[in-house]
T-cell receptor, first 116, second 116 residues
Framework: NAGVTQTPKFQVLKTGQSMTLQCAQDMNHNSMYWYRQDPGMGLRLIYYSASEGTTDKGEVPNGYNVSRLNKREFSLRLESAAPSQTSVYFC???????????????FGEGSWLTVV | AQTVTQSQPEMSVQEAETVTLSCTYDTSESNYYLFWYKQPPSRQMILVIRQEAYKQQNATENRFSVNFQKAAKSFSLKISDSQLGDTAMYFCAFFNYGGSQGNLIFGKGTKLSVKP
């Protein structure tokens, strides 16, 4: 009963380094999301994928790229990490259908990223 | 643009008592969903309760219930018989299913402490 699994859980990067956060869901969901959470803030949407083969920008996409590798997997890449990208990152998924249950978003456990 | 406001940054309640967390939102849309998520110290985002805007009946889930006032754009969460495990950040969130996919807007959260 894994749900949404993201790796790594913790990562420290130096400014300018690149890395990829991996995410997989086993719920056969169509839609997947990447959010970031900063201190004192709610979650903010970075990118989402409504279905396999599509991706769209959210509220805070600058400095990130995403890949929807297949229906299960959605990765987030930081090409040149900056201290402003220090945050907790959450991957999430939903059925992506028109009902409330279809649009209920389920989250992974989060990835703590520190850029020094 | 839609916004979600949680006016109580922190609250505390004695174990076994009842507490109400406030949430207001601003939207011109008529079709949307509302959610409460719980984030314990582990950082996991856990769905607590959800409400469809077109339903007048308030949602309930065991000890959790909402008071949904559509005209006032208010969506408060009531926790009855508070337990120590209810200690967490609580986020109110708005989803406009008539708009772009992935449009889940979060408030900044209320930190709830349940005291023994």
């Amino acid at each position: 009963n894994a749900g949404v699994t993201q790796t790594p859980k913790f990562q420290v990067l130096k400014t300018g380094q690149s890395m990829t956060l991996q995410c997989a869901q086993d719920m056969n969901h169509n839609s997947m999301y990447w959010y970031r959470q900063d201190p004192g803030m709610g979650l903010r949407l970075i990118y989402y994928s409504a279905s396999e083969g599509t991706t769209d920008k959210g509220e805070v996409p600058n400095g990130y790229n995403v890949s929807r590798l297949n229906k299960r997997e959605f990765s987030l890449r930081l090409e040149s990490a900056a201290p402003s990208q220090t945050s907790v990152y959450f991957c999430a998924s939903s059925e992506g259908t028109g009902s409330i249950s279809g649009n209920t978003i389920y989250f992974g456990e989060g990835s703590w990223l520190t850029v020094v | 643009a839609q916004t979600v406001t949680q006016s109580q940054p922190e609250m505390s309640v004695q174990e076994a008592e009842t507490v109400t967390l406030s949430c207001t939102y601003d939207t011109s849309e008529s079709n949307y969903y509302l959610f409460w998520y719980k984030q314990p110290p582990s950082r996991q985002m856990i769905l607590v309760i959800r409400q469809e805007a077109y339903k007048q009946q308030n949602a309930t889930e065991n000890r959790f219930s909402v008071n949904f006032q559509k005209a006032a754009k208010s969506f408060s969460l009531k926790i009855s018989d508070s337990q120590l495990g209810d200690t967490a950040m609580y986020f109110c969130a708005f989803f406009n299913y008539g708009g772009s996919q992935g449009n889940l807007i979060f408030g900044k959260g209320t930190k709830l402490s349940v005291k023994p």
